[in-house]
């Protein structure tokens, strides 16, 4: 689901973000106290070998991946994603996980998506997916009507982008279009085929899965070769394995930047704890408060809010995540800004991290 996201401007200290639960109390919400077990989601943490993560064993932890990651990476991408298979290979099992993501381009003018998207190359257990998704100019969550007189335009152009690239790929991949938004539908209804990051124009990514393990190398290189010359920022992820057979993947091609990403369970008043241990680089998100918006705006549009926190070097920060905006635009700021405390800014997420 892509969502509606602002944030605070300036660096918190931890005592500001209790006191801001504190306030949101007093308004009648739920907000987590210190001690209520979270879940804390840390990323971007940079490390040196995969022993690093030992670190973060005083708390339990989940989903943990390793990350590879190349900044403005020129290369073969064949290459790439075939040293990575090879690994994943001779040590794959359930519950491990490798893909590689490379940008790719679209050809033709836009007017309401970038022309750069992502694609994801991916294995699991016996099997291989291609992902594809697409990055909008803007953030249209569903039931938003804001957009609406441009409709038309907007699932057109997006199903230009998916075409091309389902042309690119290969895939028996069919589009239409049903009561206002676009419709995936591989040709072969028993293919394993998925469409999520819904907004109010349907699907911004699909997943196209294959037995094969080898049948999306080449198409996929094919893809990424419509980003050339530009350099690209790659990124390989590996969940489920030994710190052993990470480091057969750190061989694949030296030079990459290592960072990890995991779930880590923790009291909600641990959070400078995590926080210390993850810098300078990494950062965290945790969830503060989570309420629907008619209790505080019975008059306003129904909506559901995430009040989170976020921590990164230099101390923390709030974010206000929304499904949709309660109220009309022009009153969107002000809202947050005397439920918080504190100025915010429009801050959507990235789409491909």
């Not at 070998?49 to 991408?77: C, I, K, M, N, Y």
């Amino acid at each position: 689901m892509r969502e509606r996201r602002w944030e605070t401007p300036g660096r918190l200290t931890f005592r500001d973000i209790l006191a801001v639960g504190e306030r949101l109390g007093a308004l009648g919400l739920k907000p987590a106290p210190p001690a209520k077990d979270v879940i804390c989601y840390v990323e971007d943490w940079a490390v040196d070998s995969p022993e690093a993560f030992d670190q973060l064993d005083h708390w339990a932890t989940e989903d943990v991946t390793l990350l590879h990651v190349r900044e403005a990476w020129q290369g073969d991408f064949f290459l790439l994603a075939g040293g990575y298979h090879t690994v994943y290979q001779r040590y794959q099992d359930v519950g491990t996980y490798c893909s590689i993501s490379h940008p790719w381009r679209t050809s033709g003018p836009l007017r309401f998506h970038h022309p750069t998207s992502m694609l994801w190359l991916g294995f699991r257990h016996n099997h291989a997916f291609i992902r594809v998704r697409l990055h909008t100019q803007a953030v249209v969550t569903p039931g938003e009507t804001r957009e609406d007189a441009r409709r038309v335009d907007w699932v057109d152009e997006r199903r230009t982008i998916f075409l091309d690239a389902i042309t690119t790929l290969d895939l028996p991949v069919e589009t239409s279009v049903e009561k206002g938004s676009l419709l995936l539908t591989p040709a072969d209804p028993g293919t394993p085929f998925f469409c999520s990051w819904p907004d109010a124009f349907g699907p911004c990514q699909f997943e196209y899965n294959s037995s094969d393990a080898y049948e999306f190398l080449v198409p996929a290189s094919k893809l990424a070769a419509t980003f050339a010359p530009q350099p690209a920022g790659v990124r390989a992820y590996l969940t489920g394995f030994s710190e052993a057979t990470l480091e057969k993947f750190s061989a694949v091609q030296p030079g990459a930047r290592s960072v990890y990403r995991c779930s880590v369970h923790c009291g909600l008043g641990e959070l400078p704890e995590v926080l210390g241990t993850i810098e300078p680089q990494g950062r965290l998100y945790s969830t503060l408060c989570e309420f629907q918006t008619q209790e505080l705006l019975p008059d306003g549009d129904e909506a559901s809010a995430i009040i989170g926190i976020v921590g990164s070097a230099g101390g923390f920060q709030l974010e206000m995540r929304l499904n949709r905006a309660p109220l009309p635009e022009e009153h969107m700021v002000a809202w947050l800004e005397r439920l918080l405390g504190y100025p915010v800014l429009y801050a959507p997420l990235p789409p491909f991290v």
